[in-house]
Protein backbone atom coordinates (compact mmCIF):
# COMPACT_ATOMS: atom_id res chain seq x y z
CA UNK A 1 0.00 0.00 0.00
CA UNK A 2 1.46 3.39 -0.85
CA UNK A 3 1.48 6.18 1.72
CA UNK A 4 0.04 8.96 1.04
CA UNK A 5 2.53 11.72 0.27
CA UNK A 6 2.31 14.39 2.75
CA UNK A 7 5.56 17.24 1.85
CA UNK A 8 7.87 17.60 4.29
CA UNK A 9 7.83 16.90 7.87
CA UNK A 10 6.23 19.14 10.00
CA UNK A 11 8.07 21.50 12.29
CA UNK A 12 8.66 24.77 13.49
CA UNK A 13 8.12 28.24 10.87
CA UNK A 14 11.44 29.91 10.67
CA UNK A 15 12.12 33.38 8.64
CA UNK A 16 13.05 33.99 4.79
CA UNK A 17 16.65 32.80 4.53
CA UNK A 18 17.84 32.47 7.51
CA UNK A 19 15.46 30.14 8.21
CA UNK A 20 15.08 28.51 11.76
CA UNK A 21 18.52 29.63 13.56
CA UNK A 22 17.39 32.34 15.83
CA UNK A 23 15.26 29.48 17.53
CA UNK A 24 18.19 27.61 18.07
CA UNK A 25 20.01 28.02 21.47
CA UNK A 26 23.93 28.36 21.41
CA UNK A 27 23.80 26.15 23.73
CA UNK A 28 21.88 22.36 24.91
CA UNK A 29 20.24 22.70 21.95
CA UNK A 30 19.24 18.87 22.48
CA UNK A 31 16.60 19.85 25.21
CA UNK A 32 15.23 22.74 22.42
CA UNK A 33 14.66 19.88 20.36
CA UNK A 34 13.22 18.27 22.60
CA UNK A 35 10.39 20.37 23.07
CA UNK A 36 9.93 20.34 19.60
CA UNK A 37 9.37 16.69 19.77
CA UNK A 38 6.36 17.65 21.57
CA UNK A 39 5.06 19.74 19.94
CA UNK A 40 5.54 18.43 16.26
CA UNK A 41 6.83 14.46 16.50
CA UNK A 42 9.58 12.55 16.03
CA UNK A 43 10.63 13.50 12.62
CA UNK A 44 10.94 17.20 12.42
CA UNK A 45 12.27 19.55 8.99
CA UNK A 46 13.89 22.80 9.92
CA UNK A 47 16.22 24.71 8.01
CA UNK A 48 19.35 26.59 8.94
CA UNK A 49 20.84 29.00 6.56
CA UNK A 50 19.06 27.48 3.47
CA UNK A 51 20.28 23.74 4.79
CA UNK A 52 17.23 21.62 5.39
CA UNK A 53 17.89 20.01 8.85
CA UNK A 54 15.79 16.90 9.69
CA UNK A 55 15.39 15.91 13.60
CA UNK A 56 14.95 12.58 14.30
CA UNK A 57 13.65 12.21 18.56
CA UNK A 58 13.25 8.41 18.71
CA UNK A 59 15.09 5.29 18.36
CA UNK A 60 12.32 3.74 15.65
CA UNK A 61 13.06 6.79 13.30
CA UNK A 62 16.49 6.85 14.07
CA UNK A 63 16.83 3.41 13.12
CA UNK A 64 14.40 3.35 10.27
CA UNK A 65 16.62 6.06 8.36
CA UNK A 66 20.37 6.01 9.89
CA UNK A 67 20.31 2.32 9.97
CA UNK A 68 18.03 0.43 8.25
CA UNK A 69 18.56 3.61 5.21
CA UNK A 70 22.81 3.76 5.97
CA UNK A 71 23.41 3.71 2.54
CA UNK A 72 22.11 6.95 1.68
CA UNK A 73 22.01 8.30 5.36
CA UNK A 74 25.75 7.71 6.28
CA UNK A 75 27.80 10.85 4.89
CA UNK A 76 28.60 14.08 6.85
CA UNK A 77 28.08 17.67 6.43
CA UNK A 78 31.24 19.36 4.36
CA UNK A 79 33.45 21.20 7.33
CA UNK A 80 35.29 23.48 5.50
CA UNK A 81 36.73 24.69 8.52
CA UNK A 82 37.45 21.85 10.64
CA UNK A 83 37.69 19.30 7.66
CA UNK A 84 39.10 21.11 5.19
CA UNK A 85 41.29 24.04 6.28
CA UNK A 86 42.65 22.52 9.67
CA UNK A 87 42.53 19.12 8.40
CA UNK A 88 40.21 16.77 10.17
CA UNK A 89 38.82 15.60 7.01
CA UNK A 90 41.99 13.23 6.87
CA UNK A 91 40.70 11.89 9.82
CA UNK A 92 37.29 9.68 10.54
CA UNK A 93 34.70 11.53 11.96
CA UNK A 94 34.55 14.06 9.25
CA UNK A 95 35.35 12.00 6.47
CA UNK A 96 32.69 10.94 3.65
CA UNK A 97 31.36 7.33 3.39
CA UNK A 98 29.74 7.14 -0.06
CA UNK A 99 32.63 6.16 -2.48
CA UNK A 100 35.79 6.66 -0.24
CA UNK A 101 37.91 4.01 0.04
CA UNK A 102 40.13 5.72 3.10
CA UNK A 103 36.63 5.99 4.62
CA UNK A 104 36.43 2.22 4.69
CA UNK A 105 39.88 1.63 5.59
CA UNK A 106 39.62 3.78 8.63
CA UNK A 107 36.46 1.87 9.78
CA UNK A 108 38.80 -1.17 9.26
CA UNK A 109 41.74 -0.08 11.22
CA UNK A 110 39.08 0.87 14.32
CA UNK A 111 37.40 -2.52 14.05
CA UNK A 112 41.22 -4.53 13.35
CA UNK A 113 42.21 -2.62 16.87
CA UNK A 114 39.32 -2.02 19.05
CA UNK A 115 36.40 -3.98 17.95
CA UNK A 116 34.58 -6.65 20.24
CA UNK A 117 37.19 -8.72 19.46
CA UNK A 118 40.58 -6.91 19.50
CA UNK A 119 38.39 -5.32 23.23
CA UNK A 120 38.18 -8.92 24.46
CA UNK A 121 41.90 -9.84 24.37
CA UNK A 122 43.95 -10.15 27.38
CA UNK A 123 46.97 -7.69 26.36
CA UNK A 124 44.31 -4.97 25.26
CA UNK A 125 42.44 -5.53 28.74
CA UNK A 126 45.39 -5.89 30.73
CA UNK A 127 46.71 -2.30 29.59
CA UNK A 128 43.71 -0.74 30.50
CA UNK A 129 43.71 -2.32 34.27
CA UNK A 130 47.32 -0.72 34.60
CA UNK A 131 46.64 2.48 33.28
CA UNK A 132 43.25 2.51 35.19
CA UNK A 133 45.38 1.88 38.54
CA UNK A 134 46.74 5.56 37.78
CA UNK A 135 43.47 7.11 37.89
CA UNK A 136 43.22 5.47 41.58
CA UNK A 137 46.26 6.60 42.89
CA UNK A 138 45.86 9.86 41.61
CA UNK A 139 42.28 9.72 43.45
CA UNK A 140 44.03 8.72 46.27
CA UNK A 141 46.59 11.56 46.60
CA UNK A 142 44.78 14.46 45.08
CA UNK A 143 40.80 13.38 45.42
CA UNK A 144 39.72 17.16 44.90
CA UNK A 145 40.72 17.28 40.81
CA UNK A 146 38.82 14.42 39.83
CA UNK A 147 37.79 15.54 36.84
CA UNK A 148 41.72 17.03 35.57
CA UNK A 149 42.45 13.36 36.47
CA UNK A 150 40.08 11.48 34.01
CA UNK A 151 41.06 13.50 31.50
CA UNK A 152 44.71 13.04 32.15
CA UNK A 153 44.55 9.12 32.69
CA UNK A 154 42.30 9.25 29.28
CA UNK A 155 45.08 11.21 27.47
CA UNK A 156 47.88 9.00 28.68
CA UNK A 157 45.55 5.37 27.59
CA UNK A 158 45.13 6.36 24.15
CA UNK A 159 49.18 7.34 24.05
CA UNK A 160 49.77 3.70 25.38
CA UNK A 161 47.36 2.12 22.88
CA UNK A 162 47.93 4.45 19.85
CA UNK A 163 52.55 4.57 19.86
CA UNK A 164 53.50 2.64 23.02
CA UNK A 165 54.00 5.93 24.58
CA UNK A 166 54.43 4.77 28.37
CA UNK A 167 52.60 6.45 31.22
CA UNK A 168 54.93 6.27 33.68
CA UNK A 169 58.14 8.78 32.86
CA UNK A 170 56.92 11.60 32.78
CA UNK A 171 56.18 12.72 28.85
CA UNK A 172 59.63 13.59 27.81
CA UNK A 173 58.18 14.51 24.32
CA UNK A 174 55.37 16.65 25.51
CA UNK A 175 52.70 14.42 23.42
CA UNK A 176 49.89 15.17 26.16
CA UNK A 177 50.38 19.08 25.24
CA UNK A 178 50.56 18.18 21.76
CA UNK A 179 47.75 16.44 21.40
CA UNK A 180 45.81 19.20 23.87
CA UNK A 181 46.54 21.45 21.32
CA UNK A 182 45.60 20.00 18.36
CA UNK A 183 42.13 18.97 20.13
CA UNK A 184 41.84 22.59 21.07
CA UNK A 185 42.00 23.50 17.12
CA UNK A 186 39.69 20.85 16.79
CA UNK A 187 36.91 22.00 18.95
CA UNK A 188 37.32 25.54 18.21
CA UNK A 189 37.49 24.69 14.42
CA UNK A 190 34.08 22.60 15.24
CA UNK A 191 31.89 25.44 16.95
CA UNK A 192 28.53 25.52 14.93
CA UNK A 193 28.15 29.06 13.20
CA UNK A 194 31.59 30.45 14.38
CA UNK A 195 32.91 30.56 11.01
CA UNK A 196 31.26 32.55 7.88
CA UNK A 197 33.27 30.18 6.04
CA UNK A 198 31.53 27.03 7.14
CA UNK A 199 27.85 28.55 5.43
CA UNK A 200 29.84 30.32 2.88
CA UNK A 201 32.95 27.94 1.51
CA UNK A 202 33.87 29.97 -1.30
CA UNK A 203 35.61 31.83 1.15
CA UNK A 204 38.05 29.13 1.42
CA UNK A 205 40.36 30.97 -1.33
CA UNK A 206 41.07 34.20 0.20
CA UNK A 207 44.79 34.89 0.68
CA UNK A 208 45.78 35.28 4.52
CA UNK A 209 46.49 38.83 3.72
CA UNK A 210 42.96 39.20 2.99
CA UNK A 211 40.74 41.64 4.98
CA UNK A 212 38.66 39.91 7.00
CA UNK A 213 40.88 37.01 6.31
CA UNK A 214 42.06 35.86 9.38
CA UNK A 215 40.62 32.58 10.00
CA UNK A 216 42.77 31.97 7.38
CA UNK A 217 45.83 32.49 9.46
CA UNK A 218 43.81 30.53 12.71
CA UNK A 219 43.33 27.46 10.23
CA UNK A 220 47.02 27.34 9.38
CA UNK A 221 48.02 27.43 13.15
CA UNK A 222 45.67 24.91 14.28
CA UNK A 223 46.80 22.90 10.81
CA UNK A 224 50.08 22.92 12.33
CA UNK A 225 49.04 21.77 15.68
CA UNK A 226 47.26 18.99 13.99
CA UNK A 227 50.55 18.24 11.52
CA UNK A 228 52.50 17.64 14.79
CA UNK A 229 50.05 15.57 16.15
CA UNK A 230 50.42 13.29 13.40
CA UNK A 231 54.62 13.44 13.04
CA UNK A 232 55.96 13.66 16.47
CA UNK A 233 54.22 10.51 18.08
CA UNK A 234 54.68 8.47 14.67
CA UNK A 235 58.42 9.10 14.34
CA UNK A 236 58.54 8.30 18.50
CA UNK A 237 57.76 4.67 17.38
CA UNK A 238 59.98 4.83 14.40
CA UNK A 239 63.11 5.91 16.77
CA UNK A 240 61.94 3.15 19.16
CA UNK A 241 61.51 -0.18 16.25
CA UNK A 242 65.06 1.15 15.34
CA UNK A 243 66.36 0.90 18.68
CA UNK A 244 65.14 -2.79 18.43
CA UNK A 245 62.77 -2.57 21.35
CA UNK A 246 59.19 -0.99 20.96
CA UNK A 247 57.08 -1.35 23.22
CA UNK A 248 53.55 -3.08 21.85
CA UNK A 249 51.02 -0.23 20.14
CA UNK A 250 48.53 -0.41 17.32
CA UNK A 251 51.02 2.05 15.19
CA UNK A 252 53.38 -0.82 15.92
CA UNK A 253 51.37 -3.52 15.11
CA UNK A 254 50.54 -1.89 11.57
CA UNK A 255 54.01 -1.34 10.58
CA UNK A 256 54.84 -4.62 11.37
CA UNK A 257 52.24 -6.35 9.24
CA UNK A 258 53.71 -4.09 6.45
CA UNK A 259 57.58 -5.48 7.39
CA UNK A 260 59.00 -2.25 6.69
CA UNK A 261 57.70 -1.50 3.26
CA UNK A 262 54.59 1.32 3.89
CA UNK A 263 54.19 3.18 1.61
CA UNK A 264 54.02 7.10 1.99
CA UNK A 265 49.59 7.23 1.90
CA UNK A 266 49.59 3.78 4.07
CA UNK A 267 52.20 5.85 6.66
CA UNK A 268 49.68 8.68 6.74
CA UNK A 269 46.41 6.74 7.06
CA UNK A 270 48.14 5.22 10.19
CA UNK A 271 49.09 8.60 11.43
CA UNK A 272 45.45 9.83 10.63
CA UNK A 273 44.23 6.93 12.66
CA UNK A 274 45.78 7.41 15.60
CA UNK A 275 44.80 11.07 15.72
CA UNK A 276 41.17 9.58 15.48
CA UNK A 277 42.08 8.20 18.32
CA UNK A 278 42.72 11.69 20.04
CA UNK A 279 39.53 13.20 18.29
CA UNK A 280 36.61 10.80 19.37
CA UNK A 281 38.25 9.38 22.93
CA UNK A 282 39.81 12.55 24.65
CA UNK A 283 36.95 14.37 25.88
CA UNK A 284 34.09 11.88 25.39
CA UNK A 285 35.21 9.01 28.03
CA UNK A 286 36.03 12.02 31.33
CA UNK A 287 33.13 13.45 31.05
CA UNK A 288 31.36 9.81 31.36
CA UNK A 289 33.45 9.26 34.18
CA UNK A 290 32.80 12.70 35.45
CA UNK A 291 29.01 12.12 35.30
CA UNK A 292 29.64 9.01 37.07
CA UNK A 293 31.24 10.77 40.12
CA UNK A 294 28.60 13.42 40.09
CA UNK A 295 25.59 10.30 40.19
CA UNK A 296 27.26 8.78 42.79
CA UNK A 297 27.25 11.65 45.26
CA UNK A 298 23.48 12.17 43.90
CA UNK A 299 22.76 9.00 44.72
CA UNK A 300 24.17 7.41 47.59
CA UNK A 301 21.58 4.31 47.65
CA UNK A 302 22.70 3.40 44.34
CA UNK A 303 26.01 3.66 45.86
CA UNK A 304 25.28 1.06 48.79
CA UNK A 305 24.14 -1.42 46.61
CA UNK A 306 26.71 -1.25 44.28
CA UNK A 307 29.32 -1.63 46.75
CA UNK A 308 27.64 -4.33 49.03
CA UNK A 309 27.83 -6.36 45.27
CA UNK A 310 31.77 -5.91 44.93
CA UNK A 311 32.04 -6.35 48.26
CA UNK A 312 29.70 -10.09 48.15
CA UNK A 313 32.42 -11.16 45.34
CA UNK A 314 35.59 -9.66 46.45
CA UNK A 315 35.71 -10.25 51.00
CA UNK A 316 37.16 -13.94 51.12
CA UNK A 317 35.93 -15.81 54.41
CA UNK A 318 37.56 -15.07 57.17
CA UNK A 319 39.40 -12.35 55.49
CA UNK A 320 41.74 -10.32 57.51
CA UNK A 321 39.72 -6.93 56.63
CA UNK A 322 36.41 -8.09 57.61
CA UNK A 323 33.66 -7.19 54.40
CA UNK A 324 36.39 -5.34 52.42
CA UNK A 325 37.23 -6.48 49.71
CA UNK A 326 40.94 -8.27 49.44
CA UNK A 327 41.58 -7.21 45.78
CA UNK A 328 40.97 -4.84 42.96
CA UNK A 329 38.11 -6.03 40.89
CA UNK A 330 39.09 -6.98 37.09
CA UNK A 331 37.36 -7.18 33.98
CA UNK A 332 36.62 -11.11 34.72
CA UNK A 333 34.70 -10.48 37.59
CA UNK A 334 32.03 -8.61 34.91
CA UNK A 335 29.70 -11.19 34.44
CA UNK A 336 29.18 -11.78 38.45
CA UNK A 337 28.65 -7.78 38.34
CA UNK A 338 25.29 -7.32 37.10
CA UNK A 339 24.54 -4.17 39.17
CA UNK A 340 27.71 -2.55 38.06
CA UNK A 341 27.18 -3.17 35.17
CA UNK A 342 23.65 -1.36 34.79
CA UNK A 343 25.53 1.08 36.52
CA UNK A 344 27.74 1.53 33.41
CA UNK A 345 24.25 1.20 30.88
CA UNK A 346 23.02 4.27 32.99
CA UNK A 347 26.25 6.43 33.10
CA UNK A 348 25.81 6.32 28.98
CA UNK A 349 21.85 7.00 29.25
CA UNK A 350 21.95 9.86 32.05
CA UNK A 351 23.96 12.30 31.07
CA UNK A 352 25.20 11.21 27.12
CA UNK A 353 28.37 12.36 26.44
CA UNK A 354 27.17 13.16 22.50
CA UNK A 355 23.37 14.30 23.31
CA UNK A 356 22.99 15.19 19.20
CA UNK A 357 25.79 12.90 17.90
CA UNK A 358 27.49 14.01 14.89
CA UNK A 359 25.49 15.16 11.48
CA UNK A 360 25.01 13.00 9.09
CA UNK A 361 23.95 13.96 5.41
CA UNK A 362 21.40 12.04 3.08
CA UNK A 363 23.27 11.78 -0.26
CA UNK A 364 19.45 10.86 -2.48
CA UNK A 365 16.35 12.62 -2.41
CA UNK A 366 14.03 10.06 -0.09
CA UNK A 367 10.42 9.57 1.35
CA UNK A 368 9.66 8.49 5.35
CA UNK A 369 6.34 7.71 6.44
CA UNK A 370 4.90 10.08 3.15
CA UNK A 371 7.16 12.67 3.81
CA UNK A 372 9.88 13.73 1.32
CA UNK A 373 12.82 14.18 2.72
CA UNK A 374 15.46 16.18 0.41
CA UNK A 375 18.64 15.27 -1.16
CA UNK A 376 21.96 16.91 0.89
CA UNK A 377 19.64 17.38 4.14
CA UNK A 378 21.84 17.50 7.47
CA UNK A 379 19.86 14.56 10.05
CA UNK A 380 20.75 14.84 13.28
CA UNK A 381 19.50 11.90 15.62
CA UNK A 382 18.69 13.70 19.25
CA UNK A 383 20.15 10.97 21.37
CA UNK A 384 19.30 12.80 24.84
CA UNK A 385 15.39 12.75 23.55
CA UNK A 386 15.80 9.14 22.77
CA UNK A 387 17.99 8.35 25.66
CA UNK A 388 14.98 10.24 28.12
CA UNK A 389 12.21 8.46 26.54
CA UNK A 390 9.35 7.91 29.37
CA UNK A 391 8.24 5.30 27.88
CA UNK A 392 11.58 3.30 27.42
CA UNK A 393 12.91 4.82 30.21
CA UNK A 394 10.11 5.61 33.70
CA UNK A 395 11.35 8.52 35.52
CA UNK A 396 13.64 9.52 33.04
CA UNK A 397 15.70 12.43 34.81
CA UNK A 398 16.06 9.84 37.87
CA UNK A 399 19.22 7.66 38.13
CA UNK A 400 17.88 4.21 38.20
CA UNK A 401 20.10 1.07 37.30
CA UNK A 402 17.51 -1.33 38.04
CA UNK A 403 15.97 -0.71 35.19
CA UNK A 404 18.44 -2.90 32.84
CA UNK A 405 17.40 -5.91 35.48
CA UNK A 406 13.47 -6.67 34.84
CA UNK A 407 12.93 -9.53 32.82
CA UNK A 408 11.35 -7.43 30.07
CA UNK A 409 14.34 -5.30 29.46
CA UNK A 410 13.98 -3.18 26.70
CA UNK A 411 15.92 -0.47 28.05
CA UNK A 412 19.41 -2.19 27.43
CA UNK A 413 18.88 -2.32 24.08
CA UNK A 414 18.27 1.75 23.62
CA UNK A 415 21.45 2.48 25.42
CA UNK A 416 23.52 1.87 22.47
CA UNK A 417 21.91 4.32 21.13
CA UNK A 418 24.24 6.37 23.33
CA UNK A 419 26.84 5.51 20.66
CA UNK A 420 24.74 7.08 17.38
CA UNK A 421 24.07 5.11 14.39
CA UNK A 422 24.48 2.57 11.36
CA UNK A 423 27.76 3.03 9.55
CA UNK A 424 28.66 5.68 11.44
CA UNK A 425 28.22 4.46 14.43
CA UNK A 426 30.90 4.87 17.38
CA UNK A 427 33.88 2.90 16.37
CA UNK A 428 34.96 3.23 20.33
CA UNK A 429 32.18 2.13 21.85
CA UNK A 430 34.06 -1.29 23.02
CA UNK A 431 36.69 -0.06 23.97
CA UNK A 432 35.11 2.99 25.92
CA UNK A 433 32.53 0.33 28.00
CA UNK A 434 35.35 -1.47 28.81
CA UNK A 435 37.25 2.00 30.37
CA UNK A 436 34.43 3.01 31.93
CA UNK A 437 33.11 -0.13 33.68
CA UNK A 438 36.88 -0.84 35.12
CA UNK A 439 37.23 2.62 36.27
CA UNK A 440 33.42 2.27 37.93
CA UNK A 441 34.33 -1.20 39.42
CA UNK A 442 37.64 -0.35 41.19
CA UNK A 443 36.62 3.25 42.20
CA UNK A 444 33.51 1.40 43.85
CA UNK A 445 35.88 -0.69 45.65
CA UNK A 446 38.11 1.89 46.80
CA UNK A 447 36.15 4.98 47.74
CA UNK A 448 33.20 6.80 49.24
CA UNK A 449 31.68 9.09 47.24
CA UNK A 450 29.95 11.72 48.96
CA UNK A 451 28.80 15.44 48.70
CA UNK A 452 31.08 17.65 49.78
CA UNK A 453 31.02 19.72 53.42
CA UNK A 454 31.42 23.46 53.70
CA UNK A 455 33.56 25.46 56.56
CA UNK A 456 30.29 25.83 58.38
CA UNK A 457 29.65 22.05 58.03
CA UNK A 458 26.87 22.47 55.68
CA UNK A 459 26.25 19.73 52.84
CA UNK A 460 26.82 21.53 49.34
CA UNK A 461 24.48 20.17 47.09
CA UNK A 462 26.27 19.39 43.74
CA UNK A 463 24.33 21.35 41.10
CA UNK A 464 23.57 19.24 37.64
CA UNK A 465 24.78 21.66 34.49
CA UNK A 466 25.83 20.63 31.23
CA UNK A 467 27.08 22.13 28.37
CA UNK A 468 29.08 21.46 25.31
CA UNK A 469 28.68 19.88 22.01
CA UNK A 470 30.31 16.97 23.78
CA UNK A 471 28.51 17.26 27.13
CA UNK A 472 30.34 17.66 30.57
CA UNK A 473 29.42 18.98 33.44
CA UNK A 474 29.91 22.16 34.99
CA UNK A 475 32.98 21.98 38.58
CA UNK A 476 31.20 20.74 41.12
CA UNK A 477 32.80 19.60 44.62
CA UNK A 478 32.57 16.45 46.09
CA UNK A 479 34.04 13.93 48.76
CA UNK A 480 36.32 10.97 47.55
CA UNK A 481 37.58 9.72 50.81
CA UNK A 482 38.98 5.56 50.96
CA UNK A 483 36.17 3.59 52.37
CA UNK A 484 38.78 1.96 55.02
CA UNK A 485 41.96 2.24 55.45
CA UNK A 486 42.79 -1.66 54.89
CA UNK A 487 41.90 -1.22 51.27
CA UNK A 488 45.57 1.20 50.61
CA UNK A 489 47.13 -1.75 50.99
CA UNK A 490 45.00 -3.88 49.32
CA UNK A 491 45.74 -1.52 46.21
CA UNK A 492 49.41 -1.08 46.99
CA UNK A 493 50.12 -4.45 46.55
CA UNK A 494 47.68 -4.97 43.52
CA UNK A 495 49.76 -2.29 42.25
CA UNK A 496 53.27 -3.95 42.32
CA UNK A 497 51.98 -6.72 39.50
C1 LIG B 1 31.98 8.17 26.38
C2 LIG B 1 32.37 7.49 25.35
C3 LIG B 1 31.92 7.77 23.92
C4 LIG B 1 30.69 8.14 23.43
C5 LIG B 1 29.40 8.38 24.21
C6 LIG B 1 30.84 8.28 22.00
C7 LIG B 1 29.81 8.63 21.14
C8 LIG B 1 29.94 8.79 19.77
C9 LIG B 1 28.88 9.18 18.88
C10 LIG B 1 27.44 9.48 19.31
C11 LIG B 1 29.39 9.24 17.63
C12 LIG B 1 28.63 9.65 16.36
C13 LIG B 1 28.02 8.44 15.70
C14 LIG B 1 27.16 8.81 14.51
O1 LIG B 1 27.55 9.63 13.68
O2 LIG B 1 26.02 8.26 14.40
C15 LIG B 1 30.79 8.89 17.72
C16 LIG B 1 31.64 8.85 16.65
C17 LIG B 1 32.98 8.55 16.77
N1 LIG B 1 33.65 8.13 17.91
FE1 LIG B 1 32.87 7.92 19.75
N2 LIG B 1 32.12 7.98 21.65
C18 LIG B 1 32.82 7.66 22.79
C19 LIG B 1 34.15 7.28 22.89
C20 LIG B 1 34.99 7.15 21.83
C21 LIG B 1 36.35 6.67 21.92
C22 LIG B 1 37.04 6.20 23.21
C23 LIG B 1 36.87 6.72 20.66
C24 LIG B 1 38.23 6.33 20.16
C25 LIG B 1 39.16 5.79 20.86
C26 LIG B 1 35.83 7.23 19.78
C27 LIG B 1 35.97 7.45 18.43
C28 LIG B 1 34.97 7.92 17.59
C29 LIG B 1 35.17 8.23 16.17
C30 LIG B 1 36.48 8.14 15.39
C31 LIG B 1 33.92 8.62 15.66
C32 LIG B 1 33.59 9.02 14.22
C33 LIG B 1 33.11 7.79 13.45
C34 LIG B 1 32.72 8.07 12.03
O3 LIG B 1 32.50 9.23 11.70
O4 LIG B 1 32.62 7.12 11.23
N3 LIG B 1 34.71 7.46 20.52
N4 LIG B 1 31.10 8.60 19.04
Redesign the pocket.
Known sequence: RRTRRRGYPPGPRGLPLIGNILQIPQDRQWLKWAEWKAQYGDVIRISILGTPTIILSSMQAATDL?ESRGNIYSD?PTATMAGELVGWSR???Y?Q?SNNPR?REL?RL?HQF?GPRACAEDTLLRIQERENKRLLRKLLSDPDNFDAHARNCTSSL?LVLAYGYPSNLGDPLDLVKIAEDAMEGFSVASEPGRWWVDSFPVLKHLPTWFPGASFQREAQRMRADLDRLFDVPYQYVKKEISSGRPNPSFLLSYLEEKNGQESAEEEELVQAFAA??Y???AE??P??LTSFILAMALNPEVQDRAQMEIDALLTRPNSPHGSIPTRLPTFEDRAQLPYISAVVKEI?RWQ???PL??P?VVTQDDEYRGYTIEKGSVVW?N?WAILHDEKIFPKPFSFRPERYLTKDDKASATVAA????????????H??DN??FIAIATILCMFRISKSVDEQGKIVEPIIEYDGFISHPRPFKCKIELRSEELRSVIDTDLEH
Not at 418 to 429: D, E, Q, S
Open positions: LRGLGAAFRFMIALSGGTTSAWPSVGLHAIAFGFGRRICPGMIAGV
